[in-house]
């Protein structure tokens, strides 16, 4: 009786419940603080109001100015009773400051009391949730790990470690939400798991384009941007910080025009995609295998919407190959799960150890479809959060001059050979739909994936990524899978005296270095003002 | 959407199915889908009460709920629908749990008779005359309870679990019946159904019935299908038979006091005791209740045939005299069964013995008729053999094979009350066809019977159930992905960590371990914010992200974990990251710990020359440390003659351990130091321990 299309949450009534709650448009601020009861099982799901234009610091040293980049206006906290956001509790009484634009829901095991203060876009207690499957998931895979650790030992060569898991699921069906869950609950069990975020339309404590790895210790930060938590900073932080790796996907489609991988020219942007997964999965499968506890507890893996769908299989397929998947949790849709189930678990076979185990999982109703407005300013949040940090702290980036010739700069080749190098069409509102229709050249080879490229003013507000890797020998094959050590933005770029502006994280000497110029994440024109 | 009401209604069946406990998301999970199909709401309504009355025991009241949440949060058409049968589907599931979920059930009863909360309606959620009736019914059951229980503390007997109420007859030994117990044993056999009766007694006059016109109409003793509501107006409609009525009283009068004495004869025969008790309930029922003529006549069919089995001759009690007594004797030992029976005290090998239970049995599914399936599987075999012969060998062959055992007085008095009810007509099922029934089918049901008396399915199945749920028997398969388990979350995730981080709501075990952890995270919690506070004025930048060998070699070091516990692994960490590196890594002999739990003595020239970390440019503070009893500087590392901040040592160094060149600081944060520190630091291809920030 799910009718997933339809409960957008501020529009749907929920009819069993009882309590009393505000809906939807509500005073604009200050408002006065509201209390939502929610009972057992039940969670409280709200959406702020995106801003549409961020205010944001000039990074000057006084770290109160950019403290400012995120105005809270939204607070929320817990009275009574117990509450977790996607599966990180909240602590008691202490106020959650959420950044505008967060879509969040706050889920009670035991029920709880909120009082929350602030302007929504909308706000409402919905008792019919997902969590109860999410949950099992959760100690279904906790029942893999233990089986994993009993059969093999803690870092014994026998040992099969944790699951492996890989979540699919269509645009806005909650992958990242139920990978943040089942690493909030892998958590809360003194796991360390690791997640694997391969789209990168959205980056896991990165920016977009970014695709990372990382070992979740601690805890997700529920205030933060992404919703886990921030990397690594140079101080102090309230919220332990992760350690990424980090890989760079510069491209925003993955060629989602194309049918299966047959097709496409080894430097494609799916031959770039797999590439960079094949590589990252080495990296994992090292740390796993270096790592007990990480390989204990296994990996989750972020899908992006693409391999949910039909063009993307032969991207499932490669990514259950690399990683070596053994569990795909299908979200949502019944043709890919039969699909998967045909492709990896065909009926009848006996299900080995070694075979792939698929299942299917409900939407949740919570999900909310995100257009490209939203996305974008979310990017742009994210972006800004690499930078200036984001949810009060206050991070120092600084602009370096470099000359032209003092840095390498490459451009996908692919890329920008396609019809348009602003990917961003504010047409489209689903970054599926909005694909390139890349005017392939069949010659186009794996050894040209990047063209050198002169800076011009094109260059302006772009991203670039600063991979490890310089100055490669090949200039292709190593720096396409090289990790990234970080990425810089394009403040300015002076053609009189062949100098670009560029704003680091961290001081770091560029001379020398390669660059990376991808189309994606589009620019972020007002990042310095 | 245009799904079908078959379609609708078994959807709505597989999630009631799922419903196991008192779980509030399942139950407004029903809910919402019962809302979303009002135009179903028959066949959903069907489904629901089907399946209250199918469903185990310890399940009944979750189902319940859902009626009740349907009812009250749905709303029309569904109190309509539900209400019909409201009567049965009630009673039926009160007499066959446990007392606390019948105290659920009375709960729920009363929120019945008012207004929706919040609705302002103050219409009741039920029409008042179904509520009533029920409520009248189990008044009548408490009644009675309190009865048994007053007369079993006269005869000493483990108390009754219901309160006790004052009651107006005095018990008369049962010793007193003089009937032969062979014969007694025959009559107590419609226990579950006749047990109300004793009831009455106190309450009303009585009026018997002769059970000869009652045999008259065998045919209308099991109305098919009985609707609450209609019944409800038999009910109120008063019965002219009066005389038929004192007969009929009259006879269980007369089978209860045989089984009386045949229980006397067999003290701790618990069949007996239990076809007493079910007699003295159907005197009950139909003592205190306005029977319509035909369930009358049903009852006294029952009856009759009962006493003609007893007697093998079907005569009428010649002069019914309201002796109190009688029934006060019943009362007596009405009690021993139920509580047996609530409290499970009684093994299976108490069975009545074959010939008493037989009789019994087949009186028990002749009489009760029902529709309602059996609730719990017979487990043993032998009771049933046992049972079996005799129930053949009873004179008696007219209980219906496929007739279940509608009723199990497993606990509480209510549990009789449905079975008279039932056995009175009301409740629906296949009238029962005595005659055609062929011998050889009695034992099932009557070992079924046997069983259910002997054994109250909702206590031993129910009450393990939270110890249960709270195991972790998830794995992926659907149907176990699709079962809540609250308990086991709960459990699992918050309360098996009572000890929570009140910073940021990490939970720790409440042992020795979880207490040692959770001060080492208040601790790091402590640390971080006195650093926070120290260095707000010093900018901090995001650090560059690791490469993919010292990535495989970084560990993330949960703050909680015992710092010598991890020594193994950070050690390894350096050695491995320095080994990867090729490089001289000075810092990782010194650096096997977190960073802030690095410390060295205060050296003896501080005090003068008030020396400061070259990296922040803040002053040392001096910490007495317990374990060296001595001055130290916490979070120092000694590096080249110098002493900094280990963690601002490994914060610079982080962003050098990158390619083979060590990058050149563009804007290094106080320049002169910087300048200094550059020739000590950068030349070393030195990789450090990758942390987290803030450790």
Known sequence: ?529 | MASSSDEVAADFEDSLKDLQINNRYEISNLTIIAKENTEHAQAISEVLEKHIRKTPPQRKLPALYVLDSIVKNVGSPYPVYLGKNLFSTFMDAYQLVDPATRRNMEGMLKTWKEGIPNSGDPSPVFQSEVTKRIENALIKAKTAAVQSQQNQARSNRSPFPLPPRPMQSPALPYRNTPTPPHQNSMYSAPPPNVGQVPYGNAAQPRQFTNPQTLAAQPSQQYPTQFTPSHQYNQYASPSNPQADLERLLHDIDRLIKTAQSEWAANFGDTGVQKRLQALLDLQNIVRGQQLPPEQLKAVQDQVSSLSAQAHHVPKPLQQFQPTQNQPNTARTYSPQPLQQASQQFQPSSSQPPPTQGGIDMNMIARILGTSTPIQQPTHSIPQIHSVAPSAISTPQNQIQPNAPPATTPQSGTGTSLLDALRSAGFVGGTPATPASAAPPTLPLPAASIVQQLSTPPSLPTGLPKPVNTSKNDVNLNPASLKTPRPDLYISRLLSSRPNQCSTCGRRFTANDTGRAQKQRHLDWHFRTNRRMQDESRRGQNRAFYIDELAWIKSREIDESADPNAGDNGSGQLANGAVAADGGTGTAGKEGTKDPKMRYIPVPPDAAATKPRCPICQEEWKSVWRDEVQDWVWMDAIKVGGRVYHATCYEEVNRGLGVGTQAPKRETPTPDSILGKRKGEIEGRDVRMKLKKEGL
């Open chain 1, 1 to 529: 009786m799910n009718i997933p299309g339809l409960s957008i949450p501020g529009l749907s009534c929920d009819p069993s419940d009882l309590h009393p709650t505000t809906t939807a448009t509500l005073p604009a601020e200050p408002s006065p603080p509201r209390t939502h009861i929610l009972p057992a099982g039940s969670e409280y799901r709200f959406e702020l109001p995106l801003k549409s234009h961020l205010s944001h610091p000039h990074f000057s040293a006084d770290p109160a100015s950019s403290f400012s980049s995120i105005n809270a206006a939204f607070t929320l906290r817990v009275t009574s009773g117990s509450a977790e956001l996607f599966g990180t509790e909240l602590a008691p009484s202490r106020p959650y400051a959420f950044a505008p634009g967060a879509r969040a829901a706050v889920f009670s095991w035991a029920g709880a009391e909120l009082e929350v203060q602030g302007e929504v876009e909308s706000e409402f207690v919905a008792e019919e949730t997902s969590m109860a499957e999410a949950a099992n998931v959760h100690f279904a895979l906790e029942n893999l790990r233990e089986a994993s650790t009993r059969s093999g030992g803690v870092g014994g060569d026998a040992s099969m470690g944790g699951p492996r898991v890989l979540v699919l699921g269509a645009k806005d069906s909650g992958k990242t939400s139920l990978c943040k869950i089942l690493s909030s609950y892998a958590l809360r069990m003194g796991r360390q798991p690791v997640v694997v975020n391969l789209d990168h339309a959205e980056g896991h404590a990165a920016v977009p384009g970014a695709l990372t790895a990382t070992v979740v210790a601690g805890l997700l930060d529920p205030e933060s941007v992404s919703g886990w938590g921030s990397s690594g900073i140079t101080g102090p932080s309230a919220v332990p910080t992760s350690t990424p790796l980090v890989y760079f996907y510069g491209m925003e489609g993955l060629g989602e025009g194309i049918m299966g991988g047959g097709r496409e020219p080894q430097g494609g942007r799916r031959g770039v995609w797999k590439a960079v997964v094949t590589r990252m999965a080495l990296a994992v499968t090292g740390r796993m295998e270096d790592d007990a506890e990480a390989k204990a507890a296994g990996f989750l893996i972020d899908a992006p919407a693409v391999l949910g769908d039909k063009k993307g299989y032969d991207l499932v397929e490669h990514v259950v190959s690399e990683f070596s998947v053994n569990v795909v949790l299908v979200l949502g849709s019944e043709r890919l799960y039969s699909d998967m189930r045909r492709k990896f678990a065909p009926q009848g076979q006996t299900s080995t150890e070694e075979s792939v185990r698929v299942v299917k999982l409900t939407k949740s109703e919570g999900c909310v479809a995100r257009d490209e407005t939203y996305m974008r300013a979310l990017r742009a949040q994210q972006i800004r959060g690499y930078f200036f940090g984001d949810k009060g702290l206050s991070l120092n980036p600084l602009t370096v001059m470099v000359g032209f010739d003092d840095v390498t700069i490459y451009r996908y080749t692919e890329a920008s050979s396609s019809t348009g190098t602003s990917s961003y069409l504010p047409g489209n509102d689903s970054d599926s739909d909005s694909e390139y229709q890349p005017t392939l050249n069949p010659s186009t080879s794996s050894t040209t994936i990047f063209t050198k490229t002169t800076p011009s003013l094109g260059l302006s507000n772009a991203i670039l990524a600063i991979p490890h890797t310089s100055a490669p020998s090949t200039p292709h094959a190593d720096l396409l899978t090289s990790s990234i050590m970080g990425f810089a933005y394009v403040a300015d770029v002076d053609e009189t005296r062949k100098a670009i502006r560029l704003l680091v994280p961290a001081p770091t000497r560029l001379e020398g270095r390669t660059l990376v110029w991808g189309d994606w994440p589009e620019g972020v024109v007002d990042l310095l003002g």
